[in-house]
């Protein structure tokens, strides 16, 4: 099932993950993931694309998000996650 996201709480979950400081990384790249609206959401940051919202975890239902970020705001995601996995 894919979800709908209106693009302010699209905006609103990538905001929540500009300060998330436990970024990871995997073969798709960097994510994260946001407590937003008592969802649970996923943030990828590709290594060739835009940062992206995959899914929703509400109430141990699993949803297909696909929202893009713009690239300004993939920009700030990219500074953020980079930050937060650099080694002290």
């Given at each position: 099932m894919t979800t709908n996201i209106?693009?302010?709480?699209?905006?609103?979950v990538f905001t929540?993950?500009?300060s998330v400081t436990g970024w990871r990384r995997t073969n798709l790249g960097l994510r994260a993931e946001v407590a937003h609206a008592g969802c649970r959401w996923t943030v990828v940051l590709p290594v060739d694309s835009r940062a992206e919202i995959t899914h929703r975890e509400?109430?141990?239902?699993v949803e297909h998000v696909h929202a893009l970020a713009p690239w300004s705001t993939t920009v700030t995601l990219?500074?953020?996650?980079?930050?937060?996995v650099r080694p002290s």
């Open positions: 209106t693009p302010e709480a699209a905006a609103a929540a993950a500009a509400h109430t141990g239902d990219v500074d953020a996650a980079v930050a937060a």
